[in-house]
Nanobody, 124 residues
């Protein structure tokens, strides 16, 4: 079993930055994708960004020029640096792992393990 714990959410004003962290513990494999998803009230969970063990990254179009995902394989940790935040970035941000995967998946149903989520609120 894999446990994911997110941290770093909060309330910020538009234009400010936040960095989210995700630490994985428990049974993991060496080849896994770490991803971030978000869910706004009344909306479906959507892909934000993901990173493979070799460092390949993928981003949603809405965040590509503003967010940066990174990871430390030895520490089983991923970060999401979010810059120039907008009110539409508001939502609960979830960290997820797709186990035994070399290519990044964009669908949330491909991910095997999820954190409890951390709230990000951006005021205008």
């Amino acid at each position: 079993q894999v446990r994911l714990v997110e941290s770093g959410g909060g309330l910020v004003q538009a234009g400010e930055s936040l960095t989210l962290s995700c630490v994985a513990s428990g049974q993991t494999v060496t080849r896994y994708i770490m991803g971030w998803f978000r869910q706004a009230p009344g909306k479906e969970r959507e892909f934000v960004a993901a990173i493979s063990g070799s460092g390949n990254t993928a981003y949603a179009d809405s965040v590509e020029d503003r967010f940066e995902i990174s990871r430390h394989n030895g520490k089983h940790t991923a970060w999401l640096q979010m810059n120039s935040l907008k009110p539409e970035d508001t939502g609960v941000y979830y960290c997820a792992i797709e186990n035994d995967a070399g290519r990044i998946s964009y669908g949330f149903n491909r991910y095997d393990y999820w954190g409890q989520g951390t709230q990000v609120t951006v005021s205008s």
